[in-house]
């Protein structure tokens, strides 16, 4: 199946993490099977120091859903489906994650100073999964093979 043929930036959304509120700061839990996430995380890495003028991503996967949480401070995640107008969100909150399926094209942008980036994914690195030039991305969102 071609993912980049049948998602949509309607099926992203924001999922609000499970917050535990103390007079002493707050936590927030990930489990697998919990919380909304509809994938089991297979993947975790954190991006960190991106200049405000930077962009991150720029690509799409094949198979692996994300879901993106901004830890610290805030920043945009850009997600286009080749079909409509590009959807944009701001993260800023820890307890509130996007969900991206597969098949979307993602950037990353407008980070605030010292801003964190949490992802978490449904597959384990996997370079094949990427696709990483944006005309390519749109033959595959028209139902082309690559």
């Given at each position: 199946?071609?993912?980049?043929?049948?998602?949509?930036?309607?099926?992203?959304?924001?999922?609000?993490?499970?917050?535990?509120?103390?007079?002493?700061?707050?936590?927030?839990?990930?489990?697998?099977?919990?919380?909304?996430?509809?994938?089991?995380?297979?993947?975790?890495?954190?991006?960190?120091?991106?200049?405000?003028?930077?962009?991150?991503?720029?690509?799409?996967?094949?198979?692996?859903?994300?879901?993106?949480?901004?830890?610290?401070?805030?920043f945009d995640v850009v997600l286009d489906d080749g079909k409509r107008p590009p959807v944009r969100y701001s993260l800023n909150r820890p307890y509130r994650g996007l969900y991206i399926p597969a098949g979307l094209w993602r950037t990353l942008d407008n980070f605030s100073g010292g801003a964190v980036c949490l992802v978490l994914t449904s597959l384990p690195y996997s370079e094949a999964d990427y696709v990483r030039d944006y005309d390519t991305f749109k033959s595959l969102t028209n139902g082309n093979k690559i």
């Amino acid at each position: 199946m071609n993912s980049h043929l049948t998602s949509s930036v309607e099926h992203s959304r924001i999922i609000e993490l499970n917050r535990h509120r103390h007079a002493n700061g707050s936590l927030t839990v990930f489990e697998n099977g919990a919380d909304g996430c509809p994938f089991d995380v297979r993947r975790v890495f954190y991006l960190y120091d991106v200049p405000a003028d930077a962009s991150r991503g720029g690509h799409s996967h094949h198979e692996a859903e994300e879901l993106i949480v901004a830890l610290s401070g805030s920043f945009d995640v850009v997600l286009d489906d080749g079909k409509r107008p590009p959807v944009r969100y701001s993260l800023n909150r820890p307890y509130r994650g996007l969900y991206i399926p597969a098949g979307l094209w993602r950037t990353l942008d407008n980070f605030s100073g010292g801003a964190v980036c949490l992802v978490l994914t449904s597959l384990p690195y996997s370079e094949a999964d990427y696709v990483r030039d944006y005309d390519t991305f749109k033959s595959l969102t028209n139902g082309n093979k690559i």
